[in-house]
T-cell receptor
Framework: KNEVEQSPQNLTAQEGEFITINCSYS?????LHWLQQHPGGGIVSLFM???GKKKHGRLIATINIQEKHSSLHITASHPRDSAVYIC??????????FGTGTSLTVIP | EPEVTQTPSHQVTQMGQEVILRCVPI?????FYWYRQILGQKVEFLVS????????KSEIFDDQFSVERPDGSNFTLKIRSTKLEDSAMYFC???????????FGPGTRLTVL
């Protein structure tokens, strides 16, 4: 049983395309992280959101708490966006449940 | 911008040896976490630590594992007798008070031979 489901698992896009990654969760409280994992393995926190929408540069994250669903959008994708994007949800003890990640490859 | 640091970046050890992975949290953060990611798999929670004691631990965190904050700055994960299946990337994360956001360190890649 996966508490956090992401789709798609793998995504290949042409440079400039608009990208959407989805996350649905069955556990957790009212906050969600989007993380980026680079090929070298390091993890960077992109967003932490508990409602509505957040935007940072070409990245936009939305969340619907009632539906337990979040999306990460990348506008005007670029090869440097190639990475694994991970959705993570904390439980009441702040233990995170992680999705399996979406591996994104942006082709020039 | 403050960041979480981890040392070493890569550790190679023989099976049965003890290893200590170190994390320096962001200075005013009080909640600390260790996560593990076996190659090709998702990130898994190991343990959370607050006020000098373990808050929560997963079933992975058995008696071979221990955590401590020996000097008020470093936060360490010790694996007493490493097994081949302990080979993974280990991430430390820290969190401030009253917020859910966690900040991740760059990870330590542990290879057990």
């Amino acid at each position: 049983k996966n508490e956090v489901e992401q789709s798609p698992q793998n995504l290949t896009a042409q440079e400039g395309e608009f990208i959407t990654i989805n996350c649905s969760y069955s556990v957790g409280i009212s906050a969600l992280h989007w993380l980026q994992q680079h090929p070298g393995g390091g993890i960077v926190s992109l967003f932490m959101l508990s409602s509505g929408k957040k935007k940072h540069g070409r990245l936009i994250a939305t969340i619907n708490i009632q539906e337990k669903h979040s999306s990460l959008h990348i506008t005007a994708s670029h090869p440097r966006d190639s990475a694994v994007y991970i959705c993570a949800v904390p439980n009441t003890g702040n233990q995170f449940y992680f999705g399996t990640g979406t591996s994104l490859t942006v082709i020039p | 911008e403050p960041e979480v640091t981890q040392t070493p970046s890569h550790q190679v050890t023989q099976m049965g040896q003890e290893v200590i992975l170190r994390c320096v949290p962001i200075s005013n953060h009080l909640y600390f976490y260790w996560y593990r990611q076996i190659l090709g798999q998702k990130v898994e929670f190991l343990v959370s630590f607050y006020n000098n004691e373990i808050s929560e631990k997963s079933e992975i965190f058995d008696d071979q594992f221990s955590v401590e904050r020996p000097d008020g700055s470093n936060f360490t994960l010790k694996i007493r007798s490493t097994k081949l299946e302990d080979s993974a990337m280990y991430f430390c994360a820290t969190q401030g008070t009253g917020v859910y956001e966690q900040f991740f360190g760059p990870g330590t890649r542990l290879t057990v031979l």
